[in-house]
């Protein structure tokens, strides 16, 4: 036991998160300086998983966090797979290859973001309506289809994958996002299955949720080149409104 009272080993992985996230702000905010990122998008991503599974770890056990960020992977990857082969449920586009390795023509990096990501958004949800799974579950699918009104502009600007008919949110068809919606509930069920207490709140995945939410909007508001108002205002909306749902109870406090 720590000097707080929390067992020892929940509190060295709760260390490692916050480590963790402190390193994925640090590669993120070089990476909003580098003309074409690639490597760093990378590196942002897997700092952004691992400090995803150590939070979810310190409250659940490794065993437990571990298959629900596994089985939030698996999901994302087959949802990619199905998708690049016939336009469901997003829309038809593919990867090119700057980001590797891709198994099946998926970058494995981006199956990572979905468990990474899933985790973070769960969390929210947890800590917005603790005692309701049909409300996690929503607000939790609600949340992570909110991340992507920021992350798939900021992947097209990179190259990384083409929309073969473009739409009007900056090139991202409107039906991505129901796609997203669909598969990110299946996301929150997975997670919600795995986890022997999926009530229990996370502060270090909250605050992962929310510090990708203001990275992001700061990004393309003053960071990128060009800046981007549209999206900083659409994503810093989007995911703030579940920001400020996972920390009312404790600012309340």
């Known amino acids: 036991m720590t000097a707080t009272g929390i067992p020892a080993a929940p509190a060295a992985l709760g260390r490692a998160g916050a480590a963790l996230l402190a390193a994925m702000v640090a590669a993120q905010v070089v990476t909003g300086l580098q003309p074409r990122p690639i490597l760093l998008t990378s590196v942002v991503v897997l700092l952004l998983a691992a400090s995803a599974l150590a939070f979810a770890a310190a409250v659940h056990t490794l065993p437990r966090a571990a298959a629900a960020f596994a089985a939030a992977v698996a999901a994302g990857y087959a949802a990619e797979w199905v998708g690049t082969r016939t336009g469901l449920p997003f829309g038809e586009y593919h990867y090119t290859g700057l980001l590797q390795p891709q198994p099946g023509g998926v970058p494995v990096i981006v199956a990572l973001a979905w468990g990474g990501m899933g985790l973070a958004a769960h969390a929210a949800a947890s800590a917005a309506a603790p005692g309701s799974r049909a409300a996690r579950v929503v607000l939790g699918a609600a949340a992570l289809t909110a991340w992507d009104l920021f992350l798939d502009p900021q992947m097209i600007r990179l190259g990384l994958w083409v929309w073969h008919e473009p739409g009007p949110y900056r090139g991202v068809p409107l039906g991505n996002f129901a796609g997203w919606l669909a598969v990110s509930l299946l996301v929150m069920v997975l997670i919600e299955s795995c986890l022997p207490d999926p009530a229990a709140r ?14 992001e909007t700061i990004g393309f508001a003053a960071v990128f080149d060009p800046p981007d108002p549209l999206v900083a205002a659409a994503g810093g909306i989007g995911m703030g409104v579940f920001v400020l749902l996972a920390w009312r109870r404790r600012w309340r406090k």
Do not use: C, W
Not at 202 to 210: H, I, M, P, Q, V
């Open 202 to 215: 996370s502060a270090g995945l909250a605050a992962l949720y929310t510090v990708m939410a203001v990275m």
